[in-house]
């Protein structure tokens, strides 16, 4: 069954390091998402990706986020200046359209700012 | 914008036990997923339901869109259903809201 990847699993950096988080989407989707979970909160949407352009950001992707489709595949998420407030899960989703049409979900990069 | 509330936030159940959780929303949604989060922090797919009732082995779930409620029932449940289990909804945009989630323990 084909599934959404994300490396690396674990990336430790430290403040103010720029860090790129990689995904593989189902090769078949679309629309592409990165959601985050602050240790013990509940998961929250950064931003959706459509035909090469942000479809909908939250808040929380302001200008230190960008996302980028670099190739046919790979869908990245890169955080400019990382601050201690940005260790989190990062979770890479993919869908075959937007609207009423499920989500697949990514194992997720643990991301540890120090 | 929309509000998502799960409920019961913790539930602590005997192995072989039956459970449900609860979740509401606040507006229509066209889009409705039951997750859970394993102890590594992967979120597991558990079921796509905007409405009616689904079943995967021991686990179903039921969408009331109309009343803006789902339900998750776990039947004889096993300590590696252990978790979090979150629902999420989206309305016409793309975005998927998480409520809180429930915490379920379960021990032998």
């Known amino acids: 069954e084909p599934e959404v990847t994300q490396t690396p699993s674990h990336q430790v950096t430290q403040m103010g390091q720029e860090v790129i988080l990689r995904c593989v989407p189902i090769?078949?989707?679309?629309?592409f998402y990165w959601y985050r979970q602050i240790l013990g909160q509940k998961v929250e949407f950064l931003v959706s990706f459509y035909n090469n352009e942000i479809s909908e950001k939250s808040e929380i992707f302001d200008d230190q986020f960008s996302v980028e489709r670099p190739d046919g595949s790979n869908f990245t998420l890169k955080i400019r200046s990382t601050k201690l407030e940005d260790s989190a899960m990062y979770f890479c989703?993919?869908?075959?359209?937007?609207?009423?049409?499920?989500?697949?979900f990514g194992p997720g990069t643990r991301l540890t700012v120090t | 914008g929309i509000q998502v509330e799960q409920s019961p936030p913790d539930l602590i159940l005997q192995e072989g036990a039956n459970s449900t959780l609860r979740c509401n929303f606040s507006d229509s949604v066209n889009n409705l997923q039951w997750f859970h989060q394993n102890p590594w922090g992967q979120l597991i797919n558990l079921f796509y339901i905007p409405s009616g009732t689904k079943q995967n082995g021991r686990l179903s779930a039921t969408t009331v869109a109309t009343e803006r409620y789902s339900l998750l029932y776990i039947s004889s449940s096993q300590t590696t259903d252990s978790g979090v289990y979150f629902c999420?909804?989206?309305?016409?945009?793309?975005?998927?809201?998480f409520g809180k989630g429930t915490t379920l323990s379960v021990s032998s």
């Open positions: 989703a993919s869908s075959v359209a937007s609207g009423t049409v499920e989500q697949y």
């Open positions: 999420a909804v989206s309305m016409a945009g793309t975005a998927l809201i």
């Open positions: 090769s078949n989707h679309l629309y």
